[in-house]
């Protein structure tokens, strides 16, 4: 599964606009996080990074959606164009290796996006005195780290499950994205760190598993032996 993810990598470092959205996007969270530090005062940087973080989940799936249908002519057709895949799912399906590790594979670059953005947040909380060094690696600045990845992957099997077809059906599921962000974001303030954090990869493994099956439904394994291998009676 490493040429997937290098494959994504290179798509994503080849293309312009992905990188003028991620430094949009970036100061666009240390801007929020300057605002609310100013409003809170010093000392509460982790409580920043804790309510910004599980925010930075909605955009790394969205960003990278597109490299699921790099065929795609994005300019023609509306929401009702045609979604135009390259082939790879169905060519590690027929190749009999996991489809659990191709889905996993494709979640890493939206995990990588999602460090990238929380990076520039994080360190302007310490450059800023928001967040004091001796929590730097406290436990709520590992939640929200924790929380942007962990919810960006259940966002990414959110998006792979559906294999949406039209533009328009895409756009309906990254909108369906937003429900585990808000959902976590209240989640986290009636039970323990941990716990949210567990719900929400049980619910990324239970997406993960639709994701599985679905693939295995709508691309079967074309490569295995129509005919029988064994002897056949003589006609």
């Excluded at 998006?159 to 989640?187: E, K, Q, S």
Aim: positive net charge; aromatic residues 10%; contains cysteine.
């Amino acid at each position: 599964m490493k040429a997937v993810i290098w494959k994504d990598w290179l798509l994503c470092k080849r293309t312009r606009m992905f990188w003028v959205v991620i430094v949009g996007v970036a100061v666009g969270y240390v801007v929020g996080a300057s605002i609310f530090s100013s409003m809170l005062g010093s000392g509460y940087g982790g409580v920043v990074l804790m309510l910004l973080g599980p925010c930075i989940a909605y955009i790394p799936p969205v960003l990278t959606a597109g490299l699921s249908y790099p065929n795609t002519d994005t300019t023609a057709g509306g929401l009702s164009g045609t979604l135009r895949e390259d082939g790879t799912i169905e060519t590690v399906r027929c190749s009999g290796r996991s489809m659990a590790g191709y889905l996993m594979a494709k979640s890493v670059m939206p995990m990588i996006v999602a460090v990238m953005l929380f990076l520039p947040m994080f360190a302007y909380c310490l450059w800023g005195g928001a967040l004091p060094l001796s929590e730097a690696f406290s436990v709520p600045t590992a939640y929200a780290l924790g929380a942007a990845v962990l919810l960006t992957f259940v966002n990414q099997q959110i998006l792979l499950a559906t294999r949406a077809n039209t533009a328009g059906a895409l756009h309906l599921m990254v909108l369906v994205t937003l429900i585990p962000v808000f959902a976590f974001m209240v989640l986290f303030m009636v039970v323990p760190y941990w716990a949210a954090l567990a719900i929400m990869l049980a619910f990324g493994a239970l997406a993960a598993a639709v994701s599985v099956t679905n693939c295995r439904r709508r691309h079967p394994n074309t490569l295995t032996s129509l005919v029988p291998t064994g002897p056949t009676a003589s006609a």
